[in-house]
Nanobody, 130 residues
């Protein structure tokens, strides 16, 4: 059974940091691009960051550039999202998704609708509030 499981969410004050992890089981992430997406209450799901299968390529939405860093450890079958200087507007449920080369999608195209053919985690809630 192919599965992705996120962890590391929680409540943090503005300016704080969190690191989300996404662990794959049932398959290896080596050949998959990974995306981090989020959905805030009442808003559409949006792309936060995507990382290439090798980890050498990353893409960030403008609102998180300079604050968030995506990385991966293929040996651990895990992808990370380091989030610094968190703001209240970062409050959302964060999802990781894996997309294989069969989809023909580059990590540059970090849009959730393009990852519908991939595998998704159940989400991790991040709340930024004082």
């Amino acid at each position: 059974q192919f599965q992705l499981v996120e962890s590391g969410g929680g409540l943090v004050q503005p300016g704080g940091s969190l690191t989300l992890s996404c662990v794959a089981s049932g398959f290896t992430l080596d050949y998959y691009d990974l995306g981090w997406f989020r959905q805030a209450p009442g808003r559409e799901r949006e792309g936060v960051s995507c990382i290439s299968d090798s980890g050498r390529g990353t893409n960030y939405t403008d609102s998180v550039k300079g604050r968030f860093t995506a990385s991966r450890d293929n040996a651990k079958n895990t992808v990370y999202l380091q989030m610094n200087n968190l703001k209240p507007e970062d409050t959302a449920i964060y999802y990781c998704a894996a997309l294989g080369p069969y989809a023909g999608v580059s990590y540059h195209n970090c849009r959730p609708e393009l990852y519908q053919r991939g595998y998704w985690g159940q989400g991790a809630e991040v709340t930024v509030s004082s």
